[in-house]
């Protein structure tokens, strides 16, 4: 049964986490809203979570994977369901946890990001909110970014399953959900900072090793190169204004 | 086995959210740093977790939880773990991953309301970034918080088992950590953001009767008056700033 990825269709937003897990699993899924509306998908199949009253558990916001009968939004609840299903956490009560509580960091992470660009509000345009996005990505620049890269690296670091001249893991010693979001959260780093990416990065190496060893995974080096992989643009949570990187 | 919550001993913060389920559980804790370092406790035993390189999977910020060889951050994580063991979710997985949506959204609710207060820099005073928080206050007054309300009220209208003249909860017939937390987010608008609460609350009568019926909770009622419940104050999440109340 293919899985369905409801998300808005333009950008990578927070459905590329989902589909990063899906592509490097090689599940088949179905990326509805970039469908038609004559097959039954498009974007009244998205909007339909949220103006049918019908819905019995609405979700807040997308993304939302259905499976069958169960429908799950929010990212990281989503690829809690779907990293058993996908090979992609470990096995353990305790891996799994620890999986899950880096997700909810990057996403505590993705979350500011957005905010530099919409610190004030994210039903305003940019150019409205222009000094207030000025003094917090500095903020982000010079305080937050360096936490969480710091946080990053100690977790690759302490891995004790890193060993010299294996590929790199936040958990344990295989693939998780944890390191496609990590890649994605970098990836979209150089996209929308890349001057403070670099000023940054030297003090977490791991960090960058397992971005461009991610980018060389079998399957999802094909996908970042396919027309599935949406470019960055300056309408997701990633954007890039040169003004904004210091 | 007594489960350790280790978190600021001085504001409610993110560490209620443990507590209020711990309580309302009858569940035997410890709140690490509230004891005294003589103990073994207190500051030092809270601060160990970021200052020692030896701690392998190191959390990010507080609140972590303590379970025997278990440790876990990340406040939705550590309800995730709590929730079946104190009882306070249901049994299908269905049901855990939509309990744990819920709360993934009450989580963002409560960043953008630390937020409203600190729109800039979490580094720096309130009064440093005054004129940013009121813009970033009314937006929230004006958009956030009626949509989150209308979200969970809708949750409440739509969940089936709330017959009349039942307890309300927010999935099925039973207690969960969701209206727990629920209840807080609401518990601390009252004290942040009375007015702003006041005016949007009329179209959201089952939230305000959800808060007010776990106020009421047997074991609930006498934590809230009690020593253990600390009293909001200027240093927590929610503050109140009349001047951002609108």
Redesign the interface.
Known sequence: MAYELHYWPTIQGRGEFVRLALEAAGAAYVDVARGTAAAGQGMPALLHWFKD?A??????APPILRHG??V???T??IL??LGPRLDLVGKS??SR??T??IQ??IA?AL?EVH?THH???G??YFED?RP?AH??SA?FRH?RLPK?LA?FE??LA???HNKPGATLHLVGARLSYADLSLFQLVDGLRYAFPVALRKASHKAPLVLQLHREIAQHRRLSGYLRSERRIAFNQHGIFRHYPELDG
Chains 1, 2 share one sequence.
Do not use: C, G, M
């Open positions: 009253s819905v019995e558990r609405p979700p807040f009968k169960l799950v939004a929010q990281a609840a809690l369901y009560e305790a946890l620890w899950h509580q909810l960091t505590d979350a905010d610190p004030i509000s039903a305003s909110q207030e003094r917090r903020a305080e969480y946080w100690a977790i302490r891995n004790v």
